[in-house]
């Protein structure tokens, strides 16, 4: 799939956590960012915690695991 470069302001530790992380998570992180969004403008009156369920799944099904997920969370 083709992609667009967009710029999201975040504050310093959740930058140089991105910027820190190996590309194979830096990738994982912009898919689910990308699901995330695509999911959100689809689903504008869905329940927030069935969004963050599914694209939970997804992340899973992609290889994030609550392992990795963890470690991003706790490095931001």
Known sequence: ???KTITIP?????????????????????ALLGIWLRDLTKAES?????L???VSRHA???GLTPEI????????
């Open 1 to 3: 799939m083709p992609t």
């Open 10 to 30: 975040l504050d310093p530790d959740a930058a140089k956590a991105f910027r820190a992380a190996p590309p194979a998570d830096q990738k994982k992180i912009k």
């Open 46 to 50: 869905a329940d927030l915690k069935k």
């Open 52 to 54: 963050m369920d599914d």
């Open 60 to 62: 899973r099904a992609q």
């Open 69 to 76: 997920l963890e470690s991003l969370l706790k490095d931001a």
